[in-house]
């Protein structure tokens, strides 16, 4: 056994041997000397003090991530024990990072409560485990400017003040702000979020001129090269995107062999990297497929790639940032579908125009549809803003997709104003069945449910304290009539029965008309309640 001294003249010594540059030949070797060593080290008692930079380095390099995580998390817990407020910064670092590239979100947000100094800190916390991104943005803005005001700045931790900036720029992602994030940063000069802006906001000037290989390589070499590949599509050089596909494929799956051997949440990314890529692959062969018509004049065949595009999604839990990321990039190559056929007859001009037309409004609506489904009601809103081309009349289905996530949107929203110009877009709409241009019986029925929870919503003008229940029903009766077999318009048909029952009691009256009235109110309620159960 080593006494202290003997310990601590080990340590040194040995964080030298694990940091050597000789042990980057081993990085794929499994096992490898450098896990062997962060083992050893684990096992010691007590454990040879070795800097939490080089742990991080070792652990996230070497496939040691849990040796390294258990190391640095048994320092933390021995400074804190022995008297310390708060473990050093360069600990926190390591931790947070490894969380970071493991996928353990909630032990990142645990680590980073417990500790953070400032309330909202820990309120900002709450809702971004929870996905409330703009109530956690407005937060952690409002942490930001109290600071700021009091002059209070300087003593924050340098730490929680990263996690101000970086948790705002996730937020602002989600959210969908890019005009915002490319502007701060340029401000700040990060590399990384500038590329990210350009493309997503199809400023494809900039990104050619920020791509040159003399700019700093960013933290992901995989998603450089994604960017690389978007521009050399959009300048039509088709060889250089398929080499570029190849060099993303070989680091994306060398960041999958340094990943730990059991399943964890980091293996999700990279999966939907790998999806992106494939895609990425396809739109090289689209557009080859449009080059070999345009010299033959014929009409390409892409039928198989737009099937397979439409029945192959992100998940429905997936980030919005993963749908946005995907369904955004396809409607770029929609647009180059439609610029690329100048030189083509009228008949296959059109043909392809209409085709680029039809799959961009599919796409913008399935992304309006997914960010409305993950509580984002105004990214939802904006992205039915983009719809250069509306649904054409004769486009039933994809008319009554946009009304509904309009509608649904401004009913989530809450406010008066926006449900009312909700309930006056549908208004708009002719149901009338002899219309040739009408919709099916199932859409008539979806969109008068949608107009029933909007007038229960809705207050009276003639008495603010009540809504337009009365008005809700009759339009909750004729939407069942519709489609009797459409269970949510029963449903709401049954809340809203409920809330005319409710009122009915609140009035009062003996009368027997009133009394009765009441009680056959109660019946249909009863009976509704039963049918749901």
Known sequence: LLNTDEQQQLSKPLAMLIARDCNKFQDLRRPNVVQGLLEAVHRCKPPPQIPAPILKFAGRTFNAWHSALSILEEQMNHLTNTGGSSAPDEIIDALTDLYKRLGEQDVMYGLWSRQCREPETKVAISYLQFGYWNKAQDTLFSAMVKASQSNSISSVPKQEKMVWDEQWVQCAKHLNQWDRLAQYAKEIGQYDLQLECYWKGQDWQGLAQLLPQQEPMPSDPSQTKIYEIYMALQEGRLPDAERLCGEAFNYALKSWCLLPDVTVQAYVPL????????????????????????????????????????????????????????????????????????????????????????????????????????????????????????????????????????????????????????????????????????????????????????LLRIPDSRQPHLTRVQEAGDVMTTSCAADDRSGKAWVTWGHVVNQQLLYAEQKGGTSPAEVEKRNKLSEHAMKDRKSVV
């Not at 007859?345 to 992304?367: H, R, V």
């Not at 960010?371 to 004769?394: D, F, I």
């Not at 309009?406 to 708009?428: D, F, H, P, Y």
């Open 271 to 454: 999966m939907q990297t790998f999806h992106q890529l494939v895609e990425l692959h396809e739109s090289a062969l689209l557009l080859d497929e449009v080059n070999k018509s345009i010299r033959h004049n014929s009409v390409p065949e892409l039928k198989s790639t737009i099937t397979a595009w439409r029945e192959r999604l992100p998940n429905k839990w997936d980030d919005i940032t993963v749908w946005y990321e995907l369904l955004t990039w396809r409607t770029c190559v929609f647009k180059m579908l439609m610029d690329s056929n100048q030189s083509l007859s009228p008949d296959i001009k059109s043909a392809l125009q209409q085709l680029g037309t039809q799959q961009e409004t599919w796409t913008l609506l399935k992304l309006s549809e997914a960010a409305r489904k993950q509580g984002l009601p105004m990214v939802c809103m904006n992205t039915l803003q983009r719809l250069q081309n509306p649904p054409h009349q004769s486009d039933a289905q994809h008319q009554f997709i946009k009304l509904r996530e309009e509608a649904l949107c401004r009913l989530e929203m809450g406010s008066v104003q926006e449900m009312t110009a909700g309930l006056n877009t549908i208004n708009k709409v002719n149901f009338d069945p002899a219309n040739q241009q009408s919709f099916s019986q199932a859409h008539r029925a979806e969109l008068l449910r949608i107009k029933g929870e909007l």
